[in-house]
């Protein structure tokens, strides 16, 4: 494992919503694992430390080896407040920030951004279809702007790129060729239709997006 890797710590969020969903994401079974599952494997394989932000502690997610559990420090935030968390609880410098709903983290993508991204505040990927705020690098220089943020009842992650005090790095879809698998380490599983898709995707019995949203 690589310097770059040890002084990154891994952020999942996990917050329990699932509202668009119907039900706990967190635990929906994909080919045996849980989506929370899917996604800590991939995690722990790279970060030596991880930390899990949760809207309520549960006593329900799986054995988390030496990824911390923590509280929103600042409810009802939505992504930005459970990446504030994430952020202001880790020890290192940097984190890379995902949603626990990714089934289809791709182990090389990350690694790309983390070189690409060397020095960066905002580490952030531009798909045609938009940024990936919830599949990104994140440095602690930016916990004040967040907080501003979230003070102005402004959560959108995405704005970050804008504050002149940090330093930003986009990462475009071509630097990512090489590693794409059509991008499916951005896909999310949001709604009953994205699980049915992910569900197709594992059993191979479904054509994989050319985009991910």
Do not use: W
């Not at 984190?95 to 060397?118: Q, S």
Request: net charge positive; with cysteine; hydrophobic share 45%.
């Amino acid at each position: 494992m690589g310097y770059q890797l040890r002084s990154i710590t891994s952020v999942i969020l996990a917050g329990g919503s699932s509202r668009r969903m119907g039900r706990d994401k967190r635990f929906i079974e994909l080919d045996g694992l849980t989506l929370f599952e899917r996604t800590l494997s991939v995690l722990e394989k790279l970060f030596l430390e991880g930390v899990v932000v949760v809207a309520e502690l549960t006593p329900d997610l799986p054995k988390l080896g030496h990824y911390r559990v923590v509280r929103d420090i600042i409810p009802a935030c939505a992504s930005l407040g459970g990446l504030y968390s994430g952020l202001f609880h880790a020890t290192q410098p940097r984190v890379f920030a995902v949603a626990c709903d990714m089934p289809f983290l791709n182990e090389a993508i990350i690694r790309r951004m983390i070189d690409v991204g060397a020095g960066a505040d905002v580490v952030m990927v531009r798909l045609a279809t938009g940024l990936q705020p919830m599949h990104a690098l994140y440095s602690k220089s930016c916990l004040p702007r967040m907080r501003k943020m979230i003070d102005a009842g402004n959560l959108k992650i995405q704005q970050l790129i804008e504050a002149p005090e940090l330093q930003v790095r986009l990462v475009e879809e071509q630097e990512l060729q090489a590693t794409q698998d059509q991008f499916l380490s951005f896909l999310n599983v949001n709604t009953p239709a994205d699980l049915e898709l992910a569900r197709k995707i594992l059993g191979g019995g479904g054509e994989r997006p050319t985009r991910v949203r």
